[in-house]
């Protein structure tokens, strides 16, 4: 029996049909083909499927679509400005931060989440905010050297 | 001293901003017209011979299009190392381990073709199974594979001088053995393919997959085509370390089912399937004898190795080689024995993972290395300057050292680590340890035995001359191949980066080894450079030609025809290309300088599309005895760390404070990506010496098959590294580049363990250092009287 909801991705409202058992990821990268937000582990232990639920970093996969019904999302695809990159997004491609690129738009987003509510972060608060995504290619230091870098003011 | 435009400089990575905004593909991402959705049948059982397989019901489920077994398939072997293809696509008479491959269903969705799973019946005879080396060798033990007596796969023999002789003139000699336990290289992004067969016979299957060109090898063999009629293409891949460098089941059974039902077939391994497939690291145990004089001269060393092999051999044949080889560098030794057994046991295949082979053998030999500093009363790091090899330097296994920064990498660990100030100096629970590492740079011989190039390469220049188009079949996997290729025909032609395009991974684009045994940048690398040099040469030649110059007055720079000596009038051709491209934007008139593109278009123009061509093969290499295949490498990367730790004297949790790492690539072709392999190699090293341990209960099942439990560093376990780029300048490398990507984890496991001897008094013979181990460790050495 599938179940209609509502919700809000990007700024976009969409309306749908849904399996009970769909997860919020599945939804995100199956119906409405965002698939800019990635599916590691599906078991919310990696992080790479990070979406921002109502103003909050969420593993996606752990989320069932039903569940976010009447809520905002925003994913990767929901951070580039009409002007190009996001200062997060331009750090992150200039300081070396993404190597084989699976964690980069859930470490991203959690980042942005962060600079969100903490605007000059220390380098603790940065590490504690991107603890939950996994990365096994950087060693996380020059994604971190990226969150550091950005310039609050740039933020929009 | 050559200045460079391009290479050398720490140029963002071209696919960077697409990986930033989501809008890569990965093979995930895709999605074909018609597609159907598979899944694989697992054993439940670690070793049972099958005697039937059921597969009606599931044919039966609505929406089911495909159902296969060994029925199905051909009974052609395969594997990696030619020498022991033991693997079926699926198991006939047995299966092997928990998670061995029995059935696939390929259907309508994923659920469904789950669903058909569960409808398979499959009889089995349970046989007792061996899940440990000890078991795996005793006499009388079940055999994994009949004809291999007393589970040994494979083994491995070499003696180099004397050794015998030689450790009874030496002052000291010591024994140590060395235990690691299993590991799961853990990338981000599970392994998953599609497969398509078109309606003339031809399949084209992506996959994420480290080696394009050994799967569409693979594939042909066991399903029988000719391999002009399969095709690989490698979208963008989350990471391989290893694992993702042979053809796996999956592809194959997808392959197979697309064949049967003229559709495409999507499969995905879960995390769980990731585990269970493996072909991550082994576990080793290596019992090491080395002899010393005095005054520390390293004089003899003997290696005895068993390698956990799991149910199949994989890469470990390069495995149990790579093991002994690799000790034959940095340091001068003359005399080196080496006997290595691979051991099958009913659990997933191990294969390669970053440092293939070497990693654990470094580990314990670096160790021991440290004991006998301090027994003979000398600075480790002395020691290692004593003893290192040096360029043109051969090692007494014939590995030949054409560049080495070995040097280069201590003294700056030493310098930059403050090691003179705090060795012996800090207080407890602190410690301080260093180590070095040494690695090949491309693997000397292809897989299978060959002449082939190990990488072509060509380039096209668009018909305006305005971008070049590199097409290569190497594998971007992560470790920035595509924008290091692209850098150095950027330098090479003479041109910006920004003019260069790049399409990989395909193995339509050529042939490539792929990305294994860190050979990308050196081999291919080489390859681009050729073809480059080929486009270049092509373009100048007509312009000498229309311009009645020699080709050595010209020269291609930052985009612009360069006349070495002025003079020239070439308003004749410029003329000619605006009448070309009458109306375009970005044109250079007037007495603006003579571009590449100008000149590109006249060369077309005389030519037809200009194709520059690239090869690349090793040059005849050392080594004549038997296996000498394994370790020998057109060059060899080195590097030394230095590690502070603290370690809780209460809890046992170690923390790993500070590194400080170099590594000697020969020359950076990006300072960027370097930096990033040298980090990202510290943090799985740091994984492995810590915490990371694939664990089975006692009917062979993993109980950790998660990121969860199976733990992996997180931001707030690895500190921050101070990486030091070395550049020896290898002649045999392009602008004299060589490896970093794997080289670099050598190093980290050593010199955490010889740090936590610092901080704890400890020597610890058995990895990873769980608060657990080290906590039961500090328990007893306190109570020891």
């Known amino acids: ?156 | 001293m050559t200045t460079y435009s391009t290479v050398n400089s720490r140029a963002p990575r071209l696919d960077a901003p697409d990986k930033a905004t989501g809008s890569a593909v990965y093979i995930d991402d895709i999605r074909l017209p018609g597609m159907l959705f598979g899944a694989m049948l697992h054993s439940p059982l670690a070793h049972a011979k099958i005697l039937n397989i059921d597969t009606r019901g599931a044919k039966r489920l609505s929406g089911v299009k495909s159902v296969v077994t060994y029925e199905d398939t051909g009974l052609i072997k395969y594997g990696v190392s030619p020498a022991r293809y033991d693997e079926l696509l699926f198991c006939d008479g047995k299966v092997r381990y928990v998670g061995d491959e029995v059935a696939a269903v390929a259907a309508v969705d994923l659920e469904t073709a789950v669903e058909a799973l569960s409808l398979i019946n499959v009889e089995y005879e349970e046989l007792p199974a061996v899940l440990t080396m000890e078991e795996a060798l005793a006499e009388g033990a079940p055999l994994v594979h009949d004809e291999y007596q007393r589970n040994i796969g494979a083994e491995v023999h070499h003696e180099f001088g004397d050794v015998e002789s030689a450790l009874a003139q030496c002052d000291l000699v010591r024994t140590d053995t060395f235990r690691s336990k299993r590991q799961d290289a853990a990338f981000i992004e599970p392994q998953g393919c599609i497969a398509d067969y078109d309606g003339r016979g031809y399949l084209t299957l992506r996959s994420s997959t480290q080696t394009p060109h050994y799967v569409q090898r693979t594939i042909a063999m066991v399903l029988g085509l000719p391999i002009g009629k399969v095709r690989v293409v490698k979208p963008y891949v989350g990471g391989g370390f290893g694992p993702k460098a042979a053809a796996n089941a999956m592809e194959m059974a997808a392959c197979l089912m697309s064949m049967k039902t003229g559709k495409p077939v999507k499969m995905g391994f879960t995390r769980e399937e990731v585990f269970l497939h493996s072909r991550a690291r082994h576990q080793f145990v290596h019992t090491l004898t080395t002899g010393v004089k005095k005054d520390g001269t390293i004089v003899a060393l003997k290696n005895e190795c068993y390698l956990e092999g799991g149910a199949y051999t994989s890469f470990g044949i390069a495995t149990i080689y790579y093991a002994g080889s690799l000790l034959g560098g940095p340091y001068r030794l003359q005399n080196m024995k080496y006997d290595g057994y691979r051991v099958y046991t009913n659990k997933p295949a191990c294969g390669a993972q970053r440092g293939h082979g070497g990693v654990i053998a470094r580990a314990a030999w670096e160790q021991q290395l440290d004991r006998i500093a301090e027994e003979i009363g000398m600075d480790p790091v002395e020691l290692r300057l004593k003893n290192m090899m040096e360029a043109g330097d051969v090692s007494c296994n014939e590995l030949k050292m054409n560049s080495l920064g070995m040097r280069e990498c201590i003294e700056a660990v030493r310098d930059g680590s403050g090691w003179k100030e705090k060795k012996g100096r800090l207080p407890k629970g602190k410690g301080i340890g260093m180590a070095c590492g040494f690695f090949v740079s491309g693997a000397g011989f292809p897989i299978y035995r060959s002449d082939t190039y190990h990488a072509t390469v060509s380039i096209h220049v668009s018909e305006d001359g305005g971008t070049v188009h590199v097409y290569t079949a190497s594998a971007e996997i992560g470790q920035g191949s595509d924008t290091a290729f692209a850098m150095i025909a950027a330098e090479t032609i003479g041109i910006p980066l920004d003019s260069v395009m790049i399409s990989s991974g395909d193995t339509e684009f050529g042939i490539d080894l792929g990305a294994y045994s860190s050979r990308q940048t050196l081999m291919t690398g080489h390859a681009t450079k050729e073809a480059a040099v080929d486009v270049r040469n092509q373009i100048l030649a007509v312009m000498a030609r229309e311009l009645k110059v020699d080709i050595s007055e010209l020269d291609i720079k930052d985009g612009l025809i360069v006349f070495k000596h002025g003079g020239v009038d070439f308003s004749r051709l410029r003329a000619r290309y605006i009448r070309e491209h009458r109306g375009w934007q970005g044109i250079a008139r007037g007495n603006d300088p003579l571009t590449f593109q100008e000149a590109a278009r006249i060369a077309y123009l005389a030519r037809g599309t200009i194709i520059g061509r690239g090869k690349y093969k090793p040059a005849e290499l050392g080594g004549s005895h038997k296996g000498a295949a394994v370790g020998t490498s057109p060059a060899y990367g080195c590097s030394a760390q230095v590690v502070e730790v603290s370690v809780d004297m209460e809890t046992g949790r170690i923390t790993v404070e500070k590194m400080t790492d170099a590594h000697d690539c020969g020359f950076a072709i990006n300072r960027t990506s370097v930096e990033g392999q040298m980090q990202g190699s510290l943090s799985m090293g740091l994984g492995e010496a810590l915490y990371e341990e694939v664990k089975f209960d006692e009917k062979g099942r993993i109980l950790n098959p998660n990121l969860g439990e199976y733990k992996i560093p997180t931001s707030l376990d690895m500190p921050n590294v101070n990486p030091i780029i070395v550049e020896s300048h290898e002649p045999y490398g392009p602008f004299g580049a060589k490896e970093v990507g794997e080289g670099a984890i050598m190093p980290t496991i050593p010199a955490i363990l010889n740090a936590v001897y610092d901080a704890t008094g400890i020597r610890f013979q058995e990895l990873p250092l769980t608060p657990e181990r080290v906590f039961m460790a500090l328990r007893a050495k306190k109570q020891k009287p």
Not at chain 1, 59 to 80: D, F, H, R, W, Y
Not at chain 1, 95 to 106: D, E, M, T, V
């Open chain 1, 1 to 156: 029996m599938k179940t209609m909801i509502n919700l809000t991705v990007n700024g976009t409202k969409h309306e749908a049909a849904v399996e009970p058992n769909r997860t919020l990821v599945d939804f995100l990268r199956y119906d409405l083909e965002l698939t800019g937000t990635k599916k590691g582990c599906d078991m919310g232990e990696c992080g790479s499927c990070t979406v921002i639920l109502n103003g909050k970093p969420v593993n996606s996969c752990l989320v069932l679509a039903v569940q976010a019904n009447g809520s905002e999302i925003m994913t990767i695809e929901g951070l580039k400005t009409a002007e190009g990159l996001h200062p997060l997004q331009k750090a992150f491609v200039e300081k070396g931060a993404i190597q084989c690129g699976f964690c980069s738009p859930g470490m991203i987003l959690a980042a942005n989440n962060l600079l969100q509510k903490t605007p000059t972060p220390t380098e603790e608060e940065i590490r504690t905010a991107l603890s939950g995504n996994l990365c096994r290619c950087t060693g996380y230091q020059k994604i971190i050297e990226a969150v550091m870098s950005v310039d609050k003011q740039d933020i929009p």
